[in-house]
């Protein structure tokens, strides 16, 4: 026999939906995370068909808090209204929330949520109210009280009640406090924070002045694109910039874009400034594109804009600093059957030593515990056919050691692949073979520095012209070297497929 306690948890559970999610136009939007970070979305009609759907407890549940348009995403420009005005508070409990509310001057939250490992709040609205305008309300709320100012955004999930958090130890979210009395007007919330609405974004022609702002796979470039305060603009500029600069953005079109996402920001910097930031920034080397910076400070605003558990990349590159790390151009891959293991050894060392070496520095690079991990021929080959590629300059004199330089190019739009310099030095240790070493750079290209990547073996034998018993015995010895990780999974039709977890 069910308890009076759990009746009364489902009839608060069933009651949150209906004041959260009831009479919003268009679709309800439930996301499903499983312990690896996958999502699956599903879709409701309704909040009847809402209250029959039952939350797998293996998987971490949320919601969109706008209705959408259609199924199609869950993105800004295809949110419709909301019902409520919402905060996330992370490690706290309801005593030290509902104070900060208080001494924020603002009304009693309508329901409290315990969401596992902190508080979700609710300010219930009178009417529903469009999800792209309440956001000026929602980041006020966020600025006073010290909510998370990562949920304050229009297209935000929330975890849902009824549902576990299953981050640490299994813990159920579920409704604290829900009194639905607590209705406030746009209006009397406008008066009392001193703010207005905000402006709904022109999704149909998606420009500012002309210019269509790109979309990015991190939460933080998303975010960041949406505009930031008068503290962020040049630390967000810079990530802005060379983010642009490794996606294979031109200069001039990164240009126009941060131009462009500068008229986002609360105020805007003067233009003059931007513009000489940017150049900076795009000819300066900048070592604070990763997931970790070394500066406190700049951590700090790097974490109101990240969302690491819906984040693709998931830490996988944690420890990116750009320093650590050489930038291949794509390009490469367009001649890729053209060089050999033994270029690629050459080539990363080049394009790490940013003055050139000459062909003695060279060898001392390549040699560990006295040992070269090539001949001076092979050397003396690779050098010769980089030239000859373009991707070095050679400068040959008699009796005098060859100089060579890696070649400034443009990627024309294909973006560069990031190489840890602990994949080269693997290959100059003789950890991994050269032809190996070829193999991961392939991979790591695929995976566009997400850290996992999806190969077919036919691909990657077609692209270096090799069978593909070739390519599956390649990516075992790497596996063994611990450069990856094999698993195989099933698709929705039931083939095997392969995924590649890169550990280097």
């Given at each position: 026999?069910?308890?009076?306690?759990?009746?009364?948890?489902?009839?608060?559970?069933?009651?949150?939906?209906?004041?959260?999610?009831?009479?919003?136009?268009?679709?309800?939007?439930?996301?499903?995370?499983?312990?690896?970070?996958?999502?699956?979305?599903?879709?409701?009609?309704?909040?009847?068909?809402?209250?029959?759907?039952?939350?797998?407890?293996?998987?971490?549940?949320?919601?969109?808090?706008?209705?959408?348009?259609?199924?199609?995403?869950?993105?800004?420009?295809?949110?419709?209204?909301?019902?409520?005005?919402?905060?996330?508070?992370?490690?706290?409990?309801?005593?030290?929330?509902?104070?900060?509310?208080?001494?924020?001057?603002?009304?009693?939250?309508?329901?409290?949520?315990?969401?596992?490992?902190?508080?979700?709040?609710?300010?219930l609205?009178?009417?529903?109210?469009?999800?792209?305008?309440?956001?000026?309300?929602?980041?006020?709320?966020?600025?006073?009280?010290?909510?998370?100012?990562?949920?304050?955004?229009?297209?935000?999930?929330?975890?849902?009640?009824?549902?576990?958090?299953?981050k640490?130890?299994?813990?159920?979210?579920?409704?604290?406090?829900?009194?639905?009395?607590?209705?406030?007007?746009?209006?009397?919330?406008?008066?009392?924070?001193?703010?207005?609405?905000?402006?709904?974004?022109?999704?149909?022609?998606?420009?500012?002045?002309?210019?269509?702002?790109?979309?990015?796979?991190r939460?933080?470039?998303?975010?960041?694109?949406?505009?930031?305060?008068?503290?962020?603009?040049?630390?967000?500029?810079?990530?802005?910039?060379?983010?642009?600069?490794m996606?294979?953005?031109?200069?001039?079109?990164?240009?126009?874009?941060?131009?462009?996402?500068?008229?986002?920001?609360?105020?805007?910097?003067?233009?003059?400034?931007?513009?000489?930031?940017?150049?900076?920034?795009?000819?300066?080397?900048?070592?604070?594109?990763?997931?970790?910076?070394?500066?406190?400070?700049?951590?700090?605003?790097?974490?109101?804009?990240?969302?690491?558990?819906?984040?693709?990349?998931k830490?996988s590159?944690?420890?990116?600093?750009?320093?650590?790390?050489?930038?291949?151009?794509?390009?490469?891959?367009?001649?890729?059957?053209?060089?050999?293991?033994?270029?690629?050894?050459?080539?990363?060392?080049?394009?790490?030593?940013?003055?050139?070496?000459?062909?003695?520095?060279?060898?001392?690079?390549?040699?560990?515990?006295?040992?070269?991990?090539?001949?001076?021929?092979?050397?003396?080959?690779?050098?010769d056919?980089?030239?000859?590629?373009?991707?070095?300059?050679?400068?040959?004199?008699?009796?005098?050691?060859?100089?060579?330089?890696?070649?400034?190019?443009?990627?024309?739009?294909?973006?560069?692949?990031?190489?840890?310099?602990?994949?080269?030095?693997?290959?100059?240790?003789?950890?991994?073979?050269?032809?190996?070493?070829?193999?991961?750079i392939?991979?790591?290209?695929?995976?566009?520095?997400?850290?996992t990547?999806?190969?077919?073996?036919?691909?990657?034998?077609?692209?270096?012209?090799?069978?593909?018993?070739?390519?599956?015995?390649?990516?075992?010895?790497?596996?063994?070297?611990?450069?990856?990780?094999?698993?195989?999974?099933?698709?929705?039709?039931?083939?095997e497929?392969?995924?590649?977890?890169?550990?280097?």
């Amino acid at each position: 026999m069910t308890s009076i306690k759990e009746i009364n948890k489902e009839v608060n559970n069933a009651k949150f939906i209906n004041h959260i999610l009831s009479d919003l136009p268009g679709f309800i939007e439930i996301r499903e995370f499983n312990r690896k970070g996958q999502v699956k979305k599903v879709w409701f009609k309704d909040t009847d068909e809402l209250l029959e759907y039952k939350p797998p407890k293996d998987k971490d549940i949320y919601f969109g808090v706008s209705g959408r348009k259609d199924t199609t995403s869950g993105k800004a420009s295809n949110l419709t209204k909301v019902n409520a005005l919402w905060a996330d508070y992370d490690d706290v409990n309801l005593k030290e929330v509902k104070k900060s509310i208080k001494k924020a001057g603002l009304p009693e939250a309508s329901i409290y949520l315990s969401s596992g490992h902190g508080i979700h709040s609710y300010w219930l609205l009178d009417d529903p109210f469009d999800a792209n305008k309440v956001i000026s309300f929602v980041k006020y709320i966020s600025n006073e009280t010290g909510s998370d100012s990562r949920a304050a955004e229009a297209a935000r999930i929330m975890r849902l009640p009824g549902s576990y958090n299953n981050k640490l130890e299994k813990v159920e979210c579920k409704v604290i406090e829900l009194d639905p009395s607590k209705k406030y007007s746009i209006k009397y919330l406008s008066n009392l924070m001193g703010i207005r609405p905000a402006k709904s974004p022109d999704f149909g022609s998606d420009r500012i002045k002309g210019i269509k702002l790109p979309e990015a796979e991190r939460p933080c470039i998303n975010s960041i694109l949406k505009g930031v305060e008068a503290g962020e603009r040049n630390w967000a500029q810079g990530r802005l910039t060379k983010w642009l600069q490794m996606m294979g953005y031109s200069k001039r079109r990164a240009y126009d874009i941060v131009m462009a996402w500068n008229e986002l920001n609360q105020p805007p910097e003067k233009k003059g400034k931007v513009k000489n930031d940017f150049y900076a920034y795009w000819d300066e080397e900048y070592k604070l594109l990763g997931c970790s910076i070394p500066d406190a400070e700049l951590q700090e605003l790097l974490s109101h804009h990240c969302d690491r558990y819906n984040c693709p990349i998931k830490g996988s590159i944690d420890n990116l600093v750009l320093d650590n790390h050489i930038k291949l151009n794509n390009r490469i891959f367009n001649n890729y059957r053209e060089i050999s293991g033994y270029e690629l050894i050459v080539y990363g060392v080049l394009l790490a030593a940013e003055n050139g070496l000459n062909s003695t520095q060279i060898k001392k690079e390549i040699t560990h515990k006295g040992e070269m991990c090539m001949s001076r021929q092979r050397i003396s080959t690779a050098i010769d056919n980089l030239a000859s590629l373009g991707l070095i300059e050679a400068r040959k004199r008699r009796g005098c050691p060859t100089f060579c330089k890696a070649e400034k190019q443009s990627s024309y739009g294909t973006g560069y692949t990031l190489i840890n310099n602990g994949v080269i030095n693997g290959a100059i240790y003789q950890a991994i073979s050269p032809t190996q070493l070829k193999v991961y750079i392939l991979i790591l290209k695929y995976s566009f520095n997400k850290g996992t990547a999806f190969p077919s073996t036919l691909t990657l034998s077609e692209k270096l012209g090799v069978k593909r018993q070739t390519i599956s015995d390649h990516i075992k010895a790497l596996e063994e070297s611990r450069y990856l990780k094999r698993r195989y999974d099933y698709n929705e039709q039931g083939a095997e497929t392969l995924t590649c977890i890169l550990l280097v």
